[in-house]
């Protein structure tokens, strides 16, 4: 049974930082894509980053608009662990935060693009 577990969010001023680690069991997402996506009282999930395997050891990261420059993804293989860290942050970054991972190894900013699911955390920015 796959499962997907975030930790690490909170309450934070704005301009500060949090890093969110989100863990699978179950299964290795080694070739797989996974992401984070994001969903604020009231407003559909969006999409957030997420990572893609393109082969060998070679991943490659995407973001949405509003957090690039921003926010970093990235992962530890042998952990089977993505991380989303979180800086700059602001009052609209307010919202639950879900890890997400697919069955193949393309990651879109496509919710259908996504298998696997995590509960959320939530991450409150103060102003």
């Known amino acids: 049974q796959v499962q997907l577990v975030e930790s690490g969010g909170g309450l934070v001023q704005a301009g500060g930082s949090l890093r969110l680690s989100c863990a699978a069991s179950?299964?290795?997402?080694?070739?797989?894509?996974m992401g984070w996506f994001r969903q604020a009282p009231g407003k559909e999930r969006e999409f957030v980053a997420a990572t893609s395997w393109s082969g060998g050891a070679t991943y490659y990261s995407y973001y949405s608009d509003s957090v690039k420059s921003r926010f970093t993804i990235s992962r530890d293989v042998a952990k089977n662990t993505v991380f989303l860290q979180m800086n700059s942050l602001k009052p609209e970054d307010t919202a639950v935060y879900y890890c997400?991972?697919?069955?193949?190894?393309?990651?879109?900013?496509?919710?259908?693009?996504?298998?696997?699911w995590g509960q959320g955390t939530q991450v409150t920015v103060s102003s």
């Open positions: 997400a991972a697919s069955r193949g190894a393309v990651g879109t900013m496509r919710r259908g693009n996504y298998d696997y």
């Open positions: 179950g299964r290795t997402f080694s070739a797989n894509a």
